[in-house]
Structure formats: C-alpha cells, structure tokens
C-alpha cells in the first residue's frame, strides 16, 4: 500500500471514530497504531486537529459537562489524565466549568445511591467508600455523613 493510501485510510479510521464520540489525541493514536507508523498517525492526527475535527480541549468539555454530576474532582482529573489531556488544559477545563459546589454533587450522588443514613460504623464506612470511589474528597463525605446523621 501506498504512504499516500495509508494515510487516508487512517484519516477516514480517525474520522469514523471521531464519528462516533469525540476522542484525545492520544486515544487516536492508541487506536490507530496497529494500522500505521507512528510517523503517518502523527501526520495524520496533526492534519485533523488543524482541520478542527480533533480537540483534546472540546473532548475534556463534553467529557467534564457529562461526567460532572456523577464524579468529585479527583476522579474527573485522573479520567481526563488517563485519556491524555495535558495537565494545563485539564485544569483549566475544571476551573472554567461552571459545576455545582462539590458538596451539593456528593448530596446528590449520596441521595440518588442510598435511601437511609449510616445506622452503624459498618454502613457509614461503606457509604463512604463509594463516595470516594467516585472522587469526592474525604473531606466532604465525611461533612456530608456527619450532616446526615445527625
């Protein structure tokens, strides 16, 4: 196969998979790796963000704005780091969207889980354990069990 047909064929890969959801460059990358050098992905992907049809910014966006209501922060930051968000663009995605007050997201979460506060240290802990599984600081779990409770 051609250079020239091997980098279409992985533009219309990139671009049937921006398709379908919006993806990192490294996500691409991964993606197409077995179908390319790591040169003409490279040329590939450059091509498409110049274009705009690729945007680590747009994806950290959407990615915040669809997650938000469900995740603390650090989950939000470590989903974003894994899929190849630069730290300064993931930070600054979390600061400019406009989110609730992290203790009204971890109420929310909480609410939506479980229907009754802790009734012993064995409840509260597991309560506890799954906030922090979604990345609200225990800080603000341990606020919000102490509220609750009493």
Known sequence: MQKQDLCQS??????????????T???LARK???????????SVL????????????????????????????ARLRHALRTRGVAETLLESQLASAELPDEMERTRAVWTKKFALPPADAHEWARQARFLQGRGFAAETIR???KEIKA
Do not use: N, P
């Open 10 to 23: 992985l533009r219309q890969r990139a671009i049937r998979l921006l398709a379908r959801r919006e993806h």
């Open 25 to 27: 460059r490294v996500e």
């Open 32 to 42: 197409l790796a077995a179908h390319g050098t790591t040169e003409e992905i490279d």
């Open 46 to 73: 450059t091509e498409l963000a110049r274009a705009g049809l690729q945007s680590d910014a747009r994806f950290a966006e959407g990615y915040v704005k669809s997650q938000a209501s469900r995740l603390g922060m």
């Open 143 to 145: 606020k919000l069990l």
